[in-house]
């Protein structure tokens, strides 16, 4: 695919090709590979969070040395951050498993990295702890060079606390991801490179409403970091597969009775056809399985029965030519990978909830 940069929509920039699943994560989570989660570690780690805080004002007189550690160890990180080149896992910190599995997630990209590894140093000790960049790459480091069998991310959680993102909380996998990925953006302060990140993440889609009356239409861009995933068809019925979801999503929806809308030609309400055109894939696709729902009294439920999603995706192969925008052209072992579909019988914990979808062979 070629990346259209700064400049998401434009004619002929759209090209929709086969992807390659990167990782599934479950919700709360399932680990695959490199992560190590150990629960019974937690308060041992919250105990060393606090002391580690109690000590601070013990180390004023080192910020200077602090700040020139950090510039050295940014200038290391230049040509090895890769999570798959010998990382080691991260130890679970206050109910921070989902964390480290999104970590992960965005460790194990290599487009990612080399936008994370090209940031600027924050300047001050203050601005250090409080930049979630910094301190993930940090962390990313720290995986790479360890002699240990695992590291604990003590100081990316206590800098995430800052941002109001707690210990010792469950936490929805999408929001959390959607939490730490607009935390980085905000915090890339190299235009270009918070460009780059966007690119590599925005899913572009062009809204339609087409008036059944007159065929006014009328259309929206619009953009989001995950694909929200429907479970159900309209008529409330399972779907089968992953890409009978996607179907599902890009189908069009009829509005008449009630949920008519205003024509702006025939200046009434009239029925109407309201539907979404895929415009522009990313590099990275993160689709988000829409597994839980409302009940009464707020009641949530997870939807647990299985949804099978392959290893590679092709949009070709999934969506009609109506459903594209029209200027559209043309680890762990997979047994594992297949275990998250979900079933009745398992438990809840292993069931996918965010698939992460790589291209394959990018221009």
């Not at 929509?9 to 090709?17: A, L, P, W």
């Amino acid at each position: 695919m070629t990346c259209p940069g700064s400049q998401p929509i434009s004619d002929n920039c759209v090209s929709i090709g086969p992807f390659v699943l990167l990782k599934s994560v479950c919700c709360p989570v399932l680990l695959m590979g490199q992560g190590i989660g150990c629960p019974e570690k937690s308060r041992k780690s919250e105990l060393a969070l606090n002391q580690s805080m109690r000590k601070e004002e013990d180390g004023e007189e080192h910020r200077e040395e602090a700040v020139e550690r950090g510039a050295q160890q940014l200038r290391a990180l230049r040509g090895v951050a890769d999570l798959n080149n010998g990382a080691i896992g991260l130890y679970n910190m206050g109910l921070s498993c989902c964390l480290n599995s999104l970590l992960q997630v965005f460790f194990m990209n290599t487009h990612f990295t080399m936008i994370l590894r090209r940031i600027r140093v924050p300047i001050g000790h203050a601005e250090q702890k409080e930049s979630v960049p910094y301190q993930m790459l940090l962390l990313l480091e720290q995986m790479q060079h360890s002699k240990q069998r695992a590291v604990y991310p003590q100081e990316l959680v206590r800098c995430l606390t800052v941002h109001n993102l707690k210990l010792f909380v469950q936490y929805d996998a999408a929001h959390l991801f959607l939490s730490l990925w607009n935390l980085i953006k905000n915090q890339i302060t190299d235009r270009e490179l918070a460009d780059r990140l966007t690119t590599l993440y925005t899913i572009w889609v062009q809204e339609y409403l087409v008036c059944q009356k007159c065929s006014f239409e009328t259309r929206r861009d619009s953009n989001m970091v995950t694909l929200p995933l429907p479970m159900f068809n309209a008529r409330s019925q399972r779907l089968k597969t992953l890409e009978d979801s996607l179907h599902c999503f890009f189908q069009p929806e009829q509005l008449t009775d009630n949920n008519m809308c205003l024509c702006e030609q025939c200046e009434r309400k009239t029925p109407s056809v309201q539907g979404m055109r895929l415009t522009c894939l990313p590099q990275t696709l993160t689709l988000h399985l829409k597994r839980f729902c409302y009940r009464k009294s707020s009641w949530t439920q997870k939807i647990s029965y299985s949804l099978p999603f392959p290893q590679s995706l092709d949009f070709n192969q999934i969506l009609t030519q109506e459903q594209f925008h029209p200027d559209a052209k043309e680890k762990v072992s997979w047994d594992d990978v297949k275990c998250t579909y979900g079933n009745s019988h398992f438990n809840w914990g292993e069931t996918a909830y965010l698939l992460v979808y790589m291209r394959k062979n990018p221009q």
